[in-house]
């Protein structure tokens, strides 16, 4: 996962050596989501709509755009919005 995740996302997560679970990536999910100024309505709808562990993972994706499309995605909370509603319509899988 930490392969996956953006130098920012790292930022927040236990340090390296240190076994990172579900609680940690959730955890540094909303940090990193208030660094990218993910409205805590965007954060809330996403968990309530694809519970907690996907949407830590959206985030993670969000991020991810964010980062490498500089420029790109001008809008994280749109861009987050999105990826929620595709994964509620089934256009978007975590590998379940």
Avoid: K
């Amino acid at each position: 996962m930490r392969r996956l995740a953006t130098d920012g996302f790292r930022s927040h997560l236990p340090l390296a050596g240190r076994r990172v679970g579900w609680p940690e990536i959730i955890e540094a999910a909303y940090r990193r989501g208030r660094e990218l100024r993910l409205s805590r309505r965007e954060w809330a709808n996403a968990c309530q709509v694809l519970g907690r562990e996907q949407a830590s993972l959206c985030l993670m994706l969000t991020d991810q755009a964010t980062c490498r499309r500089a420029g790109e995605v001008r809008y994280p909370n749109a861009y987050s919005r999105e990826l929620v509603e595709r994964a509620r319509r089934g256009g978007l899988r975590f590998g379940q």
